[in-house]
T-cell receptor, first 113, second 115 residues
């Protein structure tokens, strides 16, 4: 039962342009959402999060948008840089589950110089 | 701040053998998680500890997997006997609290290959 889905396995973007990574979820009880970035042979690194009481959170070049009615979140990277090339995972949790996190299958982003 | 430490980085064993992984979380982090990540999939929770007590082990295959967290700090995950389908990266993560909004911090993982 995949509660968090990333339907695009890969994405290629030109350097300097915007990268948009998408994530859908099925559990309406999720109230905390995160994005992780993973380089090969390393563990996932926390990137940015958003609480369900907000619809947008921004940190430098990274912005996460949350659409609760559509059960959809997205990560925008502007401008994209070659160092952003990595696999991006979205994750969601609900307080009633004691902060257990459910992860999507990841989207591999390639930023072309 | 030192990150989550895991060892070994790589392990190759034959099926039916046993293997153990070690994790040292970020200092002061009460909550520790073990995740299994199979190639092409997202991390899947195996077990969650709060201090040295188990919060959730519903997805841990208890007939072959076991985990402990001594004194609420370090943790070990053991597989005995291993199967081919256990080939995966085993990730340890920690967070400063359970419940509420607190991100997980991951180690670099142990890549297990079962032949």
């Amino acid at each position: 039962d995949q509660q968090v889905k990333q339907n695009s396995p890969s994405l290629s973007v030109q350097e300097g342009r915007i990268s948009i990574l998408n994530c859908d979820y099925t559990n309406s009880m999720f109230d905390y959402f995160l994005w992780y970035k993973k380089y090969p042979a390393e563990g996932p690194t926390f990137l940015i999060s958003i609480s369900s009481i907000k619809d947008k959170n921004e940190d430098g070049r990274f912005t996460v948008f949350l659409n609760k009615s559509a059960k959809h979140l997205s990560l925008h990277i502007v401008p994209s840089q070659p160092g952003d090339s990595a696999v991006y995972f979205c994750a969601a949790s609900a307080q009633y589950t004691g902060n257990q996190f459910y992860f999507g299958t990841g989207t591999s982003l390639t930023v072309i110089p | 701040e030192a990150g989550v430490a895991q060892s070994p980085r790589y392990k190759i064993i034959e099926k039916r053998q046993s293997v153990a992984f070690w994790c040292n979380p970020i200092s002061g982090h009460a909550t520790l998680y073990w995740y299994q990540q199979i190639l092409g999939q997202g991390p899947k929770l195996l077990i969650q500890f709060q201090n040295n007590g188990v919060v959730d082990d519903s997805q841990l295959p208890k007939d072959r997997f076991s985990a402990e967290r001594l004194k609420g700090v370090d943790s070990t995950l053991k597989i005995q006997p291993a199967k081919l389908e256990d080939s995966a990266v085993y990730l340890c993560a920690s967070s400063s609290r359970t419940g509420g909004n607190s991100p997980l911090h991951f180690g670099n993982g142990t890549r297990l290959t079962v032949t």
